[in-house]
């Protein structure tokens, strides 16, 4: 079945790590997207990119970092800069842009520090 | 600057009663809408989406949509309520052409049994 997957569900980071979070879909889908969620609290972009080779900054970049070597992957990197990394961390797909297509979710990473 | 909004952050009702949750957008040209649900601790789920045509548009669990063009609004409505309904809803918008959705700040609805 077509899908994207997040994986771990569940990290845990020290302080002054950091850490990697995956990404992966076979969807063929050309565009995915990064996504930070506080308890309760809707969707902040963080990290978005339309095609292979290229991503721009969200809303929330800061203390980020991704990489888009392949269609079918989008990995995150949580850095050592981010200083509040605790929190629900989501990924989506799309078709290409103005597509009515919408979104499809990931299942999510819930990253604490500890 | 283009919006979503929704005015709500929690909505409660009495299981087997009429829901709705509500959605506004500010956005230029015709959009197309959609509704996610999420349930703690997952993704979100798509429910439905408004491309053009019929403006109710019936989705996943027995949710529908009314699209008012003139109030700009995308409202979420099911006739009957069930426990199970409980989870955090979103509405998001996608402009003409655009490369990303916007998104509403969500809302919790609570079905009381």
């Known amino acids: 079945d077509g899908g994207i997957t997040q994986s771990p569900k569940y990290l845990f980071r020290k302080e002054g790590q950091n850490v990697t979070l995956s990404c992966e879909q076979n969807?063929?889908?050309?565009?995915m997207y990064w996504y930070r969620q506080d308890p309760g609290q809707g969707l902040r972009l963080i990290y978005y990119?339309?095609?292979?080779?290229?991503?721009q900054k969200g809303d929330i970049a800061e203390g980020y970092s991704v990489s888009r070597e392949k269609k079918e992957s989008f990995p995150l990197t949580v850095t050592s800069a981010q200083k509040n990394p605790t929190a629900f961390y989501l990924c989506?797909?799309?078709?290409?842009?103005?597509?009515?297509?919408?979104?499809?979710f990931g299942s999510g990473t819930r990253l604490t520090v500890v | 600057a283009q919006s979503v909004a929704q005015p709500e952050d929690q909505v409660n009702v009495a299981e087997g009663n009429p829901l709705t949750v509500k959605c506004t957008y500010s956005?230029?040209?015709?959009?197309?809408l959609f509704w996610y649900v999420q349930y703690p601790n997952r993704g979100l789920q798509f429910l439905l989406k408004?491309?053009?045509?019929?403006?109710l548009v019936k989705g996943s669990y027995g949710f529908e949509a009314e699209f008012n063009k003139s109030q700009t609004s995308f409202h979420l409505k099911k006739p009957s309520a069930l426990v199970s309904d409980s989870a955090l809803y979103f509405c998001?918008?996608?402009?003409?052409?655009?490369?990303?959705?916007?998104f509403g700040t969500g809302t919790r609805l609570q079905v009381f049994p």
């Open positions: 989506a797909s799309s078709e290409n842009r103005g597509s009515s297509y919408g979104y499809t």
């Open positions: 998001a918008v996608r402009p003409p052409f655009a490369d990303k959705l916007i």
């Open positions: 969807l063929n889908h050309d565009a």
């Open positions: 956005v230029s040209g015709n959009p197309y």
């Open positions: 990119s339309q095609i292979v080779n290229d991503f």
């Open positions: 408004y491309i053009t045509g019929d403006n």
